[in-house]
């Protein structure tokens, strides 16, 4: 069975730091892009950041300069690692696996159930 399993959320104060891990079985990470995708209550979901296989990077505008996405290959584990952090940060992070890459129109191919980061004082 294929499973992706995110950790690492909690409660953080406004201008602090977080790393979140996406933890793999049945599958080698290796072979895949990886991204990072968050979800705010009552909003829709946008992708953070994402690295590709041949270990280039695309982060959306929210995550430059704050965001940053590594691999852990032998722990077949990808890393978000979250510094100044905003209160609009707020939402369930979730972390997804895609065979063909970090670009096009269609959808990845596994997906974890998410960990919630609670920014606030």
């Known amino acids: 069975q294929v499973q992706l399993v995110e950790s690492g959320g909690g409660l953080v104060q406004p201008g602090g730091s977080l790393r979140l891990s996406c933890l793999a079985s049945g599958i080698n990470l290796e072979n895949y892009a990886i991204g990072w995708f968050r979800q705010a209550p009552g909003k829709d979901r946008e992708r953070v950041t994402c690295t590709g296989r041949d270990g280039a990077t695309y982060s959306e505008d929210i995550a430059k300069g704050r965001f940053g996405i590594f691999r852990d290959s032998a722990k077949n584990t990808v890393l978000l690692q979250m510094n100044s952090l905003k209160v609009e940060d707020t939402a369930v992070y979730y972390c997804?696996?895609?065979?063909?890459?970090?670009?096009?129109?269609?959808?990845?191919?596994?997906w974890g159930i998410g960990t919630l980061v609670t920014v606030s004082s």
């Open positions: 997804a696996a895609r065979a063909a890459g970090c670009h096009g129109d269609y959808g990845m191919d596994y």
